[in-house]
């Protein structure tokens, strides 16, 4: 049976990005709908109605909601390029180093926008604590996943927005001075194409500042 | 090499229970450390240094931290016995139980510590959520379909707390969600969650304590 995959997501949001990223690191050719959150397409809402959030894979007219969800589903699915390693303790450490990111980091940073003198300082205090915790797992590896790129690199792209937004806004949020090797990190994966075909695309990196300032809470997980 | 399991625990945690009862399906033996959270132990601190919270499972001297994660890891190391997830990768995807964490949890908190016009909201808004819930369980026996399964893992503690938060909220679960009892009642009959969970009356009393704790009354 020939293959069909289609991404429902949204330009804005990062779990979305995240898939994109995933479906290309392991070459699956795929279709894109771009949802607008007003006004959602009638597929979405049918495969995924208890959310209706994006983004949700739809594989073989299947649908899987959750971003870690879904790459997992690939991760499984595909067997090229896995993501997560076999041992189930570097699984474990993966998926707890994950939710970290979007459990503590992702909502401390989508505070920021929300907050103003010295409540923003301690916010970005709060976010460096939380960089020294992703600064440790760099120790001794090239990505997160070792040698190789892998689940816990995806789910970090995060940090490569703040830093190209950060010259945006001229407001540095991630320290790359205190944090050499995420610095470095973000350096060595900026240079892969299949990552700067899921950034942001320059001209709408101003849109997605003034749209995380307004910290929406439709889009996804 | 003989395995050492260790579990860091505190007996109402709902989060720990996930973790006993995943021990217990396996069949693995382990060592339950009972943590006091005003005075958490070193080990504690040196195991979960990002968190400091409990449960941690340490597996041969190296900790699992976040009780989803744990279950997975467990379902991944002693897999030749009552596998929790399914096989297939699609099954797997749709029987994720992630969603319900944080909800149901933060939820259920609301209507034990507000009152007057806070309470009734959160009372609503927890009953809704278990509606939901007890519409995904449908007819099945389990979440996880003919058996007992990961979603069943995850979500079974909360019964433990259903008699505090019926108390406290003044209202019936029962009454609300029959099907969902009847399932919390078809997984109380499991040896590994009799075993995992604390009496409903004794979780009231640990509540009532941190009601006055919390000046809240």
């Given at each position: 049976?020939e ?18 990223l995933?479906?290309k690191?392991?070459a ?28 949700v894979?739809v ?23 896995p ?7 570097e ?18 940073l989508?505070?920021l ?8 300082e301690?916010?970005?205090?709060e ?12 120790k001794?590896k090239q990505f ?5 790129i892998?689940?816990?690199?995806i789910?970090a792209?995060?940090?490569?927005w ?10 540095k949020?991630?320290?790359t001075e205190?944090f ?14 299949v ?6 695309p ?8 003034q ?5 929406p ?5 | ?12 945690s ?27 132990s ?18 041969n001297?190296?900790?699992v ?15 030749d ?17 992630d969603?319900?964490?944080?909800k ?13 016009e806070?309470q ?5 808004e ?7 819930i007890?519409k ?6 389990y979440?996880?379909?003919?058996s007992?399964?990961?979603?069943d ?25 029959p099907?969902?009892i009847a ?7 499991k040896e590994?969650v009799a075993k ?21 009354e």
């Open positions: 049976m293959e069909e995959v289609k991404l429902h997501g949204m330009w804005a949001s990062p779990f979305s990005r995240r898939v994109e995933a479906l690191l392991k699956i050719p795929y279709q894109y709908i771009e949802e607008d959150l007003s006004n959602k397409t009638p597929s979405l809402l049918r495969y995924n109605p208890v959310h209706k959030k994006v983004p894979l594989h073989n007219d299947k649908p899987v909601a959750e971003s870690m969800v879904i790459i997992e589903y690939m991760d499984e699915t595909w067997e090229n390029n993501f997560l390693p076999r041992d189930p303790y699984r474990a450490m993966a998926r707890f180093y994950a939710k970290f990111i979007d459990d503590k980091l992702l909502p401390t989508a505070k926008g929300q907050t103003a003198g010295k409540e923003k301690e916010t970005i205090e976010i460096h604590e939380q960089q020294k915790v992703l600064e440790d797992e760099l001794g997160f996943g070792g040698q190789r892998g689940y816990l690199d789910v792209m995060i940090l490569v703040l830093h190209l937004t950060g010259s945006i806004t001229g407001q949020v991630l320290s205190k050499p090797l995420i610095y470095e990190w973000i350096e060595r994966v900026m240079k892969m194409e990552v700067n075909e899921c950034l942001i320059e001209e709408k990196r101003q849109d997605w500042i749209l995380a300032q307004r910290a809470k439709s889009a996804s997980n | 090499m003989a395995e050492e399991v260790v579990l860091l625990d505190f007996w109402p709902l989060f720990g229970m996930r973790s006993r009862i995943a021990l217990a399906e396996k069949g693995i033996k382990y060592e339950y450390k009972e943590e006091d959270l005003r005075n958490k070193a080990l504690l601190l040196q195991m979960n240094p990002v968190h400091k919270k409990i449960p941690v499972l340490i597996h001297g190296k900790p931290c976040e009780s989803l994660i744990q279950v997975q890891y467990i379902d991944e190391v002693w897999h016995k009552a596998p929790l997830l399914p096989s297939d990768p699609y099954q797997k995807a749709t029987v994720r139980a969603y319900i964490d944080k149901i949890y933060d939820l259920g908190s609301r209507v034990w510590k507000t009152k007057g806070e009734a909201t959160a009372k609503k927890f009953i809704e959520s278990l509606k939901l007890e995904e369980l449908g007819d099945k026996p979440f996880g379909g003919e007992f399964g990961y979603v893992v995850a979500f079974i503690p909360f019964y433990s707390w259903f008699y505090a938060y019926e108390k406290c909220g003044n209202f019936s679960i029962e009454a609300e969600c099907k969902l399932w919390a009642k078809r997984c109380m009959q590994s995992s969970l604390p009496d409903q009356q004794k979780v009231y009393d640990f509540i009532l304590q941190m009601k006055k704790h919390f000046g809240i």
